[in-house]
Nanobody
Framework: QVQLVESGGGLVQAGGSLRLSCAAS????????MGWFRQAPGKEREFVAA????????YYADSVKGRFTISRDNGKNTVYLQMNRLAPEDTAVYYC??????????????????WGQGTQVTVSS
């Protein structure tokens, strides 16, 4: 069993930055790939970013590439998402998730087996 808790969301003006954190407990996440997803009202949950178990490989959705950076600190059992140059289109609930297998991460939500409760990010014009 793994519990994931996101934090760091809030209200920010367009062009601003936020750093999200995802703290894991119950089981170490060091052997698993991790991902960030987001969901806006009326829309399906979409992939944002993922990172391999060792942190050497990262993957990003085209919509956030160059603006967002995913990282991890396995010693702290925590995953981060640095978000820069935020736009209103980034407004959503952001979720962190643990990949179900010890393999390179995928971009499909069905491949993740544990999810956090989400943290709201709102970007004003």
């Amino acid at each position: 069993q793994v519990q994931l808790v996101e934090s760091g969301g809030g209200l920010v003006q367009a062009g601003g930055s936020l750093r999200l954190s995802c703290a894991a407990s119950g089981r170490t996440i060091s052997s698993y790939a991790m991902g960030w997803f987001r969901q806006a009202p009326g829309k399906e949950r979409e992939f944002v970013a993922a990172i391999s178990w060792g942190g050497s490989r990262t993957y990003y959705a085209d919509s956030v590439k160059g603006r967002f950076t995913i990282s991890r600190d396995n010693g702290k059992n925590t995953v981060y998402l640095q978000m820069n140059r935020l736009a209103p289109e980034d407004t959503a609930v952001y979720y962190c998730a643990k990949h179900a297998k010890i393999t390179p991460p995928t971009m499909t939500s069905r491949d993740y087996d544990y999810w956090g409760q989400g943290t709201q990010v709102t970007v004003s014009s």
